[in-house]
DNA sequence: GTCTATAAAGCGATAGAC
DNA sequence: GTCTATCGCTTTATAGAC
């Protein structure tokens, strides 16, 4: 799936540049804007071309959501793969679970799918994905390092830190900061003195 | 604040009556549908009047969303010190802070607030107080009955609880509850093994 | 593949009768 | 306070020239 993907962009098809440009400036609204900021002539401004263009890509804006959901997903999926992709430990997963701009982009897709049921299924599908990838990397890790004293299902620390990331990706759209580095010096400690890396 | 608010309503106003169904009618889409179903027609549709008397009772949009939030930002205090007015415990914490019915209208709020900066003034304020309001609780409760042995700062339970309940909400408009009850379950075990009430 | 032109619908907001 | 009527604007989407 993501191998797909990727050889396209890296073929650098011109006939699909445009598509692309259309793509990427679809996820940097949401990112940047937000879903109430998503319309075609926004996306075409953003992407540098005319907003007819995108009705020639795609058949309608749930087409175009979709596609680019997809994308983000897959990019998201290779990350966790890539860093995941060695001994685990759960400074790793705390690393890879605490990215505040893929919750971000996410929540705005979620709020689309409001409007779009075949967007909806095809978040659901990608999150029990990747949720469970990560659930089975926290699970390896904890049975690797982490003290006997304190015996936290997987699950607890994988839903724990995933709520805090987004709640910071939250509070920071009404410039809400606080607590935020207190709790991420906090847990920082916390994997220092209560887990036993073996290598890192 | 909260006082004038109830007391008008408590009133039975026949003057408001209509202005009182609108500001209903804004809260029960927000919670049902998110804000991107947020038109002064269905506004109108939902509350049983014409839409343009919308227009009536508020000079803009904003200024319905503002009253809006202030109405539901009041309730929500007034819950919170109804059920803070007492000992404090982490478990009352815990009860007042889990409430994913709340969390689903705040960040649908916070969405149009990307769009109306006096919203987003609005919102910012009110969680400030809301914050320190529950950061105050949690302090009193940690302080009187954790054991001695985990000393988590109050402000990381706040917002690894708060991140939680968030996360439940965003997970549940997709369909996804993997992990929640096992992890709802968890937190109330770790409560009634971490903490000496005193009485409840 | 990209352009201009335009259709069809929905939006917030206002005017004026009652 | 509520109604009908309508303005001016933006949206998604399509048609057809090049």
Known sequence: MSGAGQEI????SRAHETRDRIVDATIQLLAREGYGSITT???????????????YYFASM????????????????????????????????????S???ASRVMVEFVALA??????????????RRF??????????????ESLAADHIPPVVI???????????????????TDGHDETRTW???????????VKE
């Open 41 to 55: 002539r926004r996306i075409g401004e953003v992407a540098g071309v005319k907003y007819q263009l995108v009705h």
């Open 114 to 127: 409001q409007r779009h049921p075949a967007l909806r299924l095809e978040i659901a599908t990608y999150a």
């Open 187 to 197: 847990i920082e400690n916390w994997l220092a003195a209560n887990t036993t890396p």
């Open 9 to 12: 962009r890296a073929r650098g």
């Open 158 to 176: 994988l839903l724990l830190t995933t709520g805090l990331a987004q709640l910071e990706a939250h509070d920071r759209l009404i410039g809400l």
């Open 131 to 144: 949720r469970a990838a990560q659930l089975e990397f926290a699970r390896a890790a904890l049975a690797r």
């Open 99 to 101: 990215d505040a701009g």
């Open 62 to 97: 749930e087409d175009l959501f979709i596609d680019a959901f997809r994308r983000g997903a897959e990019e998201n999926l290779a990350r966790l793969a890539e860093i995941t992709d060695g001994e685990a430990s759960l400074r790793r997963f705390w690393k890879v679970n």
